[in-house]
């Protein structure tokens, strides 16, 4: 029976079905709902949000040697900061299989970077399976499962936010029949050594080789002809799409690396020109060209080093039907009316009611005329930049606010340093930077915006909040009690909602000196109910537009000179009401 | 059947992810293949967001390529305007005709829909515009995705049924909102009972 099923959810059902015992991650779009389904849907199975990448992995790791079937979710540029355990690992080996889905995130959508993670299991020496659909994926995964057990190494998985957030009919199968005999058996090679390293890198290696020119059922090769399309992913469904099914050229798809070169040596075969169509880097085009030198094939090769298909961002299947057809000397249907540009322009911005704002606003008052920088970090409060809170400086990458902060005021004296971070951040990947500032004799102003959520990513918990990812209750870690135990000496806390509080709180540390740490409490809209709503009494209202201009809350907008309070959207935070010198705003 | 491409623009946060479901689900039921796609992640905080529900076993792209899908259902006026380049000649579209204004100062000064809504009535020839201070006065502002629903079904625009419709939103809306989507499903319905689609 089939199921309408987001590829993620596809991913989750397909590796239970392979027989997953044991599901590590750490959130991040677009990787978070494979996780969360397994957690959900699954609870046979155990499902961890670890505290980062890193400690998710090395979790997973445990268990793959105990024998069990695992697989470790995280989105592309966690994969940097699970780097350090995969790398090693694979020159260990495990014993069960051991699935990593890296999410890549072309646009990006939703990232810091466009980094593509079959480039880095090129890197790392790993296999890498590239799913281009939420059904291909649903059985892909099964077999990266196989794989992994059989060369006994860790293997990647990489879908990109189209097929993470695609979603698809699909069709549902009875459990694999995988018998587990988990149980930790002592192995040399399980402890890492340059000997060691030395015998596994001629192992891996021979391995590759033997992988690159077996045959995968799913790296296919069609049609006939002297032009050739290759591609892989997502972006073979647009091909597919611009095709229309009918094939007057060969078509290659690849789903799987180390880069099959037996088929693709039979695809170049008779071949004058190829279109290399593939997101991120051009990977399947460079393995092309070094195949067809290695193999004297005298081909034309098209893609992003020619600079016939674009080096960044994502695809839209129009502008790939367009490349396609040129290619194959036919034409494309032209637009008709063209729409105006004029249109509204949508940043992302913090949701109406959410806390973060209230802090911003706190910091940003307290500090008039003080020379001040504003290190961001990763999460909801990214948005905290947009005008016209204006408030974040610099944004690298998890964590990264807080040791930033301590180095700017290294290069720069004058400077009062403060670092946002949210809670989960704070868990993942923040505490060191704070015992680094601490231990150094940095001086800095640190803001913990906890809001009770992984917001950014659909609200998972952690551990600051007394929940597992299968929300049963477990041991609450408190942040305030961590930093005390760091040694920060001036630690302050507030509601991020009362605003004459939050100000004093900011006040109250900004002549002290060192490591200073501002709590700010609030919980994400989504956590908490609505607390109530707000009313502008056009009586009392100067039209002053303070209340919009000040604070970007998108409940608020106007029309002329005059405010409106979108009820529907408004959540009653109150802080208008606070900015608003004329009384004119009302909260109950 | 032909295929049949439905998009669905609106801003973050109302709710076009339960929309794209909804049609979704209710295809799959009646035995028909389906694909598409969601906009999720940071878009979802109020910036423009677009779903695509592609109905039909030989579509191969999760996202619309343009000129090719044959309804439109939007919540906003220039979200509808900014898909526009998706929508085949023939398509329909369906919208609400309230503009939702952004947070943020706009280059080419205030925007409130008018603009949009002129062009939509200009280019499109099987447009119905659904006056949303009319719909809020008998339904849920948060279900105003459902209402779409409704109208698109009430429209003949979907290969649906209104029970299938119904049994769509059973199974995909929890028990406590429930009835104030049934509610809002039969309103859009009958919103352009008098129009003959
Ligand atoms: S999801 Fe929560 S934390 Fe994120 S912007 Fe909205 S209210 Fe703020
Ligand atoms: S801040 Fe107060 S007086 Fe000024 S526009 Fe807003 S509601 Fe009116
Ligand atoms: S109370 Fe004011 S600031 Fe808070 S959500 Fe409502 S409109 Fe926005």
Redesign the interface.
């Known amino acids: 029976m ?3 099923l ?1 590829g993620n959810e596809a991913i989750a059902l397909g590796a239970v079905r392979a027989g997953v015992s044991v599901v590590t991650g750490y959130p991040g ?2 990787s978070s709902e494979i996780l969360e389904t397994v957690a959900k849907r699954c609870r046979e199975v155990y499902a961890e949000w670890s505290v980062n990448e890193k400690s998710a992995l090395e979790t997973a790791a445990g268990a793959a040697m105990s024998g069990a079937r695992v697989m470790v979710t995280m989105k592309q540029v966690g994969l940097n900061v699970a780097s350090d355990p995969l790398m090693s690992l694979n020159y260990t080996g495990i014993v069960g299989g051991m699935v990593i889905v890296a999410a890549d995130d072309p646009g990006p ?2 990232s810091q970077t466009e980094q593509d993670t079959r480039r880095f299991g090129k890197f790392a020496k790993l296999a890498v399976f590239d799913p281009s ?2 059904e291909e994926a649903y059985l892909m995964i099964a077999d990266a499962f196989d794989l992994s057990e059989k060369i006994k190494r860790p293997v990647l998985f990489r879908p990109t936010t ?2 993470c ?5 699909v069709e549902l199968l009875p459990p694999l029949d995988v018998k587990r005999d988990t149980r930790f058996q002592r192995n040399s090679r399980f402890v890492i050594f340059p000997k060691l390293a030395y015998e596994s890198h001629v192992v891996i290696e021979k391995t590759l080789k033997e992988l690159s020119t077996a045959d995968y059922p799913r790296n296919t090769l069609e049609g006939a002809g002297t032009l050739g399309i290759a591609t892989g992913g ?1 972006s ?3 091909v ?3 095709l229309g ?1 009918q094939l007057n050229c060969k078509l290659l798809k690849v789903s799987a690396y180390p880069f099959p070169v037996g088929v693709a040596e039979r695809f170049l075969e008779g071949l004058t020109d190829v279109l290399v169509i593939e997101e991120l880097d051009p990977v399947i085009e460079e393995e092309l060209l070094l195949l067809s030198a290695e193999k004297k094939i005298n081909v034309n090769i098209h893609g992003k080093r020619s600079g016939e298909v674009k080096n960044a961002g994502e695809f ?3 502008e790939i ?1 367009v490349i396609v057809n040129k290619f194959l000397g036919k034409d494309t ?1 032209e ?3 063209q ?2 540009s ?10 109406a009611g959410c806390p973060h704002r209230g802090s911003f606003l706190a910091v940003k008052e307290a500090c008039k005329g003080i020379n001040a920088v504003f290190c961001g970090d990763i999460g ?1 409060y990214t ?1 905290g930049n ?2 016209p809170l204006d408030m974040v400086d610099t944004c690298l990458c998890m964590g990264a606010g807080i040791t930033m902060a301590a180095g700017i005021k290294r290069a720069d004296e004058s400077k009062t340093t403060f670092a946002f971070v949210g809670d989960s951040t704070f868990f993942h990947t923040g505490i060191s930077g704070i015992i680094n500032a601490v231990y150094n004799n940095a001086d800095e102003i640190i803001v913990i915006l906890d809001n009770s959520a992984t917001a ?1 990513t659909g609200g998972q918990p952690h551990p600051g909040l007394g929940l597992v990812a299968n929300g049963s209750p477990t041991a609450k870690i408190s942040i305030e009690n961590i930093v005390q135990a760091i040694g920060v000496q001036h630690i302050v806390k507030a509601n991020a909602f009362d605003l004459d509080e939050a100000v004093s709180a900011v006040k109250s540390v900004l002549d002290k000196q060192g490591v200073r740490v501002i709590i700010f409490s609030g919980e994400c809209i989504a956590v908490s109910k609505r607390r109530g709503k707000c009313v502008i009494d056009n009586d009392k209202c100067v039209n002053c537009g303070l209340c ?1 201009t000040k604070l ?3 409940a ?5 000179k005059t405010p ?1 309070l979108d009820e ?2 408004c959540n009653g935070c109150g802080l208008c009401a606070y900015v608003c010198g004329k009384g004119a705003i009302a909260c109950e | 059947m032909n295929n049949l491409s439905v998009v669905i623009a609106g801003v973050g946060g109302q709710g076009t992810v339960l929309l794209s479901r909804l049609i979704g689900n209710a295809a799959l039921t009646s035995g028909q293949d389906v694909r598409g796609a969601e906009t999720i992640g940071m878009a979802q905080r109020g910036g423009s967001v677009v779903s695509h529900v592609r109905i039909g076993a030989d579509t191969h792209s999760p996202l619309t390529p343009s000129h090719k899908a044959d309804l439109l259902l939007a919540f906003e006026p220039g979200e509808a305007v900014r898909a526009f380049h998706l929508l085949a000649d023939n398509a329909a579209v369906v919208a609400l005709d309230r503009a939702v204004k952004p947070s943020v100062p706009q280059p080419f000064g205030e925007y409130d829909g008018a603009s949009a809504l002129a062009f939509l009535k200009e280019n499109v020839s099987r447009l119905y515009i659904i006056e949303q201070e009319k719909l809020f006065r008998q339904i849920s502002p948060k279900a105003a995705n459902v209402a779409l629903f409704g109208a698109a079904v009430g429209l003949g625009l979907l290969p649906l049924s209104i029970e299938q419709a119904k049994l769509a939103v059973r199974e995909r809306v929890p028990e406590k909102f429930l009835s104030i989507n049934l509610n809002a499903l039969d309103v859009g319905a009958n919103y352009f009972a008098e129009v003959t689609p």
Do not use: W
């Not at chain 1, 957030?165 to 009919?169: D, I």
């Not at chain 1, 949508?346 to 949701?351: A, D, G, M, N, Q």
């Not at chain 1, 608020?556 to 002329?560: I, M, V, Y």
């Open positions: 089939k199921q309408l987001m779009t677009p959508v939703s659909s939420p189209r097929v957030h695609g979603y698809a009919s997502v073979h469904a647009y597919s799409e611009a099914g839209a299947p129009s039907a249907a637009a008709t009316a729409a105006p004029n249109l509204p322009i949508r940043p992302p911005v913090l949701c909801c948005l947009a005008k950014m919009v970007g809350c998108p608020l907008t106007l029309s002329g409106t529907t959207l």
